[in-house]
């Protein structure tokens, strides 16, 4: 048997699809019914033949950045007085890259907002009813 953190794998399959840096995706059948995907490289760190529970998952899944993160920091130089700005430039583009994403998929229930802000209750009582939820469910 195989497993990542405390849930059980079914099946996994390497897919067409990759990472920006060349990496396959590996799609990820879990025995609850759950699917996921990991690139090739968080695949091979968390896959093991014994169940661990999620803190130590998530050891298994941030050892491995933060060494990668840390050789190229040393790489390129870094300057220990650079860490905070290089944190928040890191920050700062993760977030709008997450705006965008959620930009992207807004997109496809009302016209194009220009920021999460403009969405509407009417907008999102509509995509949850399409999930069978609506916000009443929520609160």
């Avoid at 996921?36 to 968390?46: A, G, H, T, V």
């Avoid at 700005?85 to 229930?109: C, G, M, R, T, V």
């Amino acid at each position: 048997m195989s497993y990542i953190g405390e849930k059980k794998i079914k099946s996994h399959r390497e897919t067409e699809e990759r990472t920006p840096r060349g990496n396959s995706l590996i799609e990820v059948q879990f025995e609850n019914g759950d699917v996921e995907r990991y690139s090739s490289l968080m695949f091979e760190k968390i896959i093991s033949e014994e169940s661990c529970n999620l803190s130590e998952l998530l050891d298994k899944r941030i050892f491995p950045v933060v060494e990668e993160v840390l050789g190229i920091l040393r790489d390129w130089g870094v300057k220990l007085g650079e860490l905070p700005y290089l944190s928040l430039k890191l920050n700062q583009s993760l977030d709008e890259n997450a705006k965008q994403a959620h930009i992207e998929l807004l997109s496809q229930w009302m016209p194009r907002p220009l920021s999460p802000d403009e969405v509407d209750l009417i907008t999102i009582d509509r995509i949850l009813k399409s999930k069978k939820r609506t916000l009443k469910d929520i609160l």
